[in-house]
């Protein structure tokens, strides 16, 4: 073999495409036999990509061809390999949300005012953050019907508050009214949703933040501190009213009940009278000197019944003993009146009058009795 000047052996490139030729005629039985091998793995392969598994609360949308043929429950599940088929698995029991307003960085939150500030329909403007709780509902809509769905969302969303607020003044919106444009966004972005067919379910729309531009902020909490003292007060003499109203009734009623009481009681107090009246006007009409006798005496017994001195006669006054009433004195603990004579009366003789009757100077006639001549007795009534 030929070396060059340098003492190296020469290469022959002919030599050496002859022994490439030869050790590829050698080794080419070997290959033929491996091919159908290697294609077999392959093939295998590529028909053990078609295994999938649905997890819970998830649906898998199968497509042949990019058309939807079929929709599978939980569970491991089969389709036919990339490219003739594929299978988009989307969660349809997972809540999601997104904000409209404001965005939450790092666990702080930061306005967006291109999507907060919007006008009332008094033409005033507030501030407005909201979140928005979603689901999937329909998959097939949610993968298909819209590029973006979560930008669609966000983009609805804002129209929807939009509209609400647009159509209430600032004090609905600041105070009472809150609520109701909560309840009002909701219905209107559903129906939105549904409109695009987007397959969304909104489960909750909360609005966070309805505020007042920050230069005006202070006024308007003046205005909403001065409403609520005026419920608070409304609210105390709604409690009063509904307390002393009923205490009056109550009164009144057991005012005009024992008016009631006290006419009934002097109509049958007159009509006794009345009665009584009439029966002794049917006894005088019967016998009017007795009747008139037995009246004198029963208004003599009846005046003179509770007078406590007594006027004697001259004659028998002479003969009283002085009396001094000690029982009485002790009992009332006050001095006693002029004691007078206590009568030793003495019938008269036959056919003499009895003793002429001596007013006493110290007494009235109303509160006095004679002792020395009978007392009258009441004529019995009939």
Do not use: C
């Not at 939807?68 to 003739?84: A, F, K, M, N, Q």
């Not at 666990?107 to 907060?116: F, I, K, N, T």
């Not at 002393?244 to 024992?258: D, T």
């Not at 016998?287 to 006669?313: F, H, I, M």
């Amino acid at each position: 073999m030929a070396r060059d000047p340098f003492g190296r052996q020469r290469i022959d490139p002919e030599e050496e495409f002859r022994r490439a030729v030869d050790s590829a005629r050698r080794n080419a039985g070997r290959v033929a036999r491996l091919i159908p091998a290697v294609i077999g793995l392959l093939v295998l392969l590529w028909l053990a990509t078609g295994i999938y598994i649905v997890n819970p609360g998830e649906q898998g949308i199968v497509r042949h061809f990019g058309r939807e043929i079929d929709r599978t429950s939980p569970g491991l599940r089969y389709h036919l390999p990339w490219p003739v088929q594929q299978v988009d698995v989307v969660n349809v029991e997972a809540v999601r949300r997104i904000e409209v307003g404001f965005r939450t960085q790092q666990g702080q939150p930061s306005r967006v005012p291109h999507e907060s500030l919007m006008l009332t329909g008094d033409e005033n403007i507030v501030d407005a953050q909201l979140i928005v709780q979603y689901r999937v509902g329909d998959p097939s809509q949610y993968l298909f019907r819209l590029r973006n769905p979560e930008e669609t969302l966000t983009a609805a969303t804002e129209v929807a508050i939009r509209s609400v607020v647009g159509n209430m003044t600032i004090d609905d919106v600041l105070t009472t009214g809150r609520a109701e444009a909560q309840d009002q966004t909701f219905k209107y972005l559903q129906g939105l949703m549904n409109d695009y067919q987007s397959g969304l379910l909104i489960t909750d729309v909360r609005l966070l933040v309805v505020d007042p531009p920050d230069q005006v902020k202070d006024a308007f909490n003046e205005v909403v501190r001065a409403r609520e003292d005026r419920e608070r007060q409304q609210n105390e003499a709604q409690a009063y009213r509904e307390d002393i109203v009923p205490k009056a009734r109550g009164a009144a009623e057991q005012a005009v009940r024992a008016a009631e009481a006290y006419r009934e009681e002097r109509v049958l107090q007159a009509q006794g009278d009345v009665s009584k009246f009439l029966a002794v006007l049917e006894e005088y009409r019967k016998g009017r000197e007795v009747t008139r006798e037995r009246l004198y005496l029963e208004t003599v017994e009846r005046v003179l019944s509770n007078v406590r001195k007594v006027v004697v006669a001259g004659s028998v006054g002479e003969r009283a003993m002085p009396f001094l009433p000690l029982t009485e004195i002790t009992r009332s603990g006050t001095p006693p009146a002029q004691a007078l004579p206590v009568p030793q009366i003495q019938p008269p003789a036959p056919g003499q009058p009895g003793p002429a009757p001596q007013s006493s100077q110290s007494n009235p006639p109303s509160q006095s009795r004679s002792v020395g001549a009978p007392t009258p007795t009441a004529a019995p009534r009939r």
